[in-house]
Each structure stands twice: as C-alpha cells, then as structure tokens.
C-alpha cells in the first residue's frame, strides 16, 4: 500500500535533531565577512551627493553657454537702399532680399492660382462675392503697408505685416474653395436623392 512519503520525512526530521555548537554562527558570519568584501550600498546620502555633483555640471555649462552667446556680437541686416529697385509703385517685399522675394512670390502665385481655379456659378455667387470683398480689403492694407514701407523704410515689424497680409489673402481664398467644394457636394447629395 502506499505511504505518504512526505508524513515519513516529516517523521524522520522530528527523530533528529541536529544542534550546532554554541558560537557556531558567529564564527560562520565572521569567517564569511572576511572572505566576501562588503557591498557598498547606495545610501541616501550618497546619492544626494551625485545628484549635487549633475546639478553643479549643469549649471556651469549653462553659464558657459549664456556667456559664449552674450559675447557673441549680432550682426544687424543693413539694407541698402540705395541699391534697391524700386518700382513704379516704390520699394517692394520683394526688393529688400532675396529670401523676400521669394516668399512674395510664393504667396503671390498661391493667390493667383486659387483666384484662376474659382469656379463661379449662379448658386455660389453671393459666397464668392463676400470673400472677394475681404480680398479687396486686404489687398487695399497690403498698398498701404506698401506705402508705408516705402515712406517710413523697412522694419520688422512692416516686413511681417505684409507676409502676414499674403498668408491671409491665401487663407482666405482656401478657404472659399473649401465652401465652394462642400457647397458643391451638398447640391450633388440633393440632385441625387
């Protein structure tokens, strides 16, 4: 039949006992420290030492590099005037620089592209003709800062109104091509039904 061999050993364990002799662990711990070098653990005090130490590099190198740039003298941009072309209307965006001509004329094609893909019907006519009122609005400002560049001389903040002005008049012609879509979506839902 079978026995549980597990009640056997827990049998056989309680016959035996086993005693060590007194100072038997002393003398194990002793002997065992002496041969294994004591682990260094990472206390709290430590570590706060090492996060100090982080802190300290990374001020120092950020005062090095606020200093480096302070002393780094800035080179205005100096336009001549004198050289550029002007006109018939004056100096334009795009004659102070070549990266501003650019920009102009990036805005300038965008803007006429949209105004030559409108497609203008009947149904949409009063939507198209509110945006072109805002387009005339913003083209009348983009002279007049034109005017004022001219009169006054370039500055940064002239130079970002009439950026600013060109980004709106494409906005503003995206945006009406967007209505034209979805009103056109919408007449072709109902045809449809």
């Known amino acids: 039949m079978g026995q549980d061999l597990r009640e056997i050993f827990k049998k056989e364990r309680a016959k035996q006992k086993h005693n060590l002799k007194d100072g038997h662990m002393a003398r194990f711990e002793d002997k065992l420290n002496q041969t294994m070098p004591a682990t260094?653990?990472?206390?709290?005090?430590?570590?706060?030492?090492?996060?100090?130490?982080v802190l300290?590099?990374?001020?120092?190198?950020?005062?090095?590099?606020?200093?480096?740039t302070k002393n780094t003298p800035v080179q205005p941009t100096i336009v001549d005037t004198e050289?550029?072309?002007?006109?018939?209307?004056?100096?334009?965006?795009?004659?102070?620089?070549?990266?501003?001509?650019?920009?102009?004329?990036?805005?300038?094609?965008?803007?006429?592209?949209?105004?030559a893909q409108l497609q203008v019907s009947n149904d949409n006519k009063t939507l198209v003709d509110s945006y072109m009122e805002r387009l005339a609005e913003l083209h009348k400002e983009y002279q007049e800062l034109n005017t004022e560049l001219n009169t006054i001389g370039?500055?940064?903040?002239?130079?970002?109104?009439l950026i600013n002005n060109?980004?709106?008049?494409?906005?503003?012609?995206?945006?009406?091509?967007?209505?034209?879509?979805?009103?056109?979506?919408?007449?072709?839902?109902t045809i449809n039904v």
């Open 40 to 53: 260094q653990k990472y206390t709290a005090k430590f570590r706060y030492k090492v996060a100090a130490s």
């Open 166 to 189: 060109l980004q709106l008049r494409l906005q503003l012609l995206q945006k009406l091509r967007k209505k034209l879509n979805e009103l056109k979506s919408t007449q072709n839902e």
């Open 154 to 161: 370039p500055n940064d903040q002239l130079i970002s109104a």
């Open 56 to 68: 300290l590099m990374l001020t120092i190198s950020l005062l090095i590099y606020v200093a480096k």
């Open 83 to 115: 050289k550029v072309t002007k006109s018939k209307d004056g100096i334009t965006l795009g004659a102070l620089s070549p990266d501003l001509k650019k920009i102009e004329d990036y805005y300038k094609v965008n803007i006429n592209l949209e105004l």
